[in-house]
């Protein structure tokens, strides 16, 4: 099984990703630009939001995803204290790594963690209805209001072949303030 690294942008903190995405999407949702803006303008922090304020994520099984290192630099950020969705940052650098929503079978990890080569082309936008103007310049990648159906049957396919199950990341242990 192929697999690829996702790494923060000094190096200390990796994951490893064995196999394919679920799927690679760009989210434009509230959440993500909201949390992405606050993300960006930490001291060093790469740039999280894309043309048209998107989120570029590839989405991973959970059980195809493991810490290679610096677990101790991965701090969770929440919009909201009892959110069940939750970014994880490498500390190190202040660098955004993935989005779990802690429910779930899967996680989206940004997109520029992964070498050029090892990016998947973005399949889709998705949330465009919480965008305040209009998308400029789509570069041909579908665009849809809500998760469209083929958003949410790859990630029941996904779930099925897991066996129904949603592992737990018990990697990450800070929080970001």
Partial sequence: MMTRIAACQCGQAALEVAGQPILAAICHCQSCQTAGAHLQSLEGAPPVLGRNDGTAFMLIRK????????????????????????????????????LEFTKGHWLSVYSDRFEPADKAVPELRTMTRDLRRPIENDEGVPAFATHSPRFMWRLLLAWAAMGFRAPKVDYVRGSLR
């Fill in 63 to 98: 059980d195809r995803v493991r810490c290679l290192r610096g677990a101790e630099s991965l701090a969770e950020y929440k919009l909201k204290p009892d959110s069940s969705t939750r970014r994880v940052v490498a500390g190190c650098c202040n660098t955004p790594m993935f």
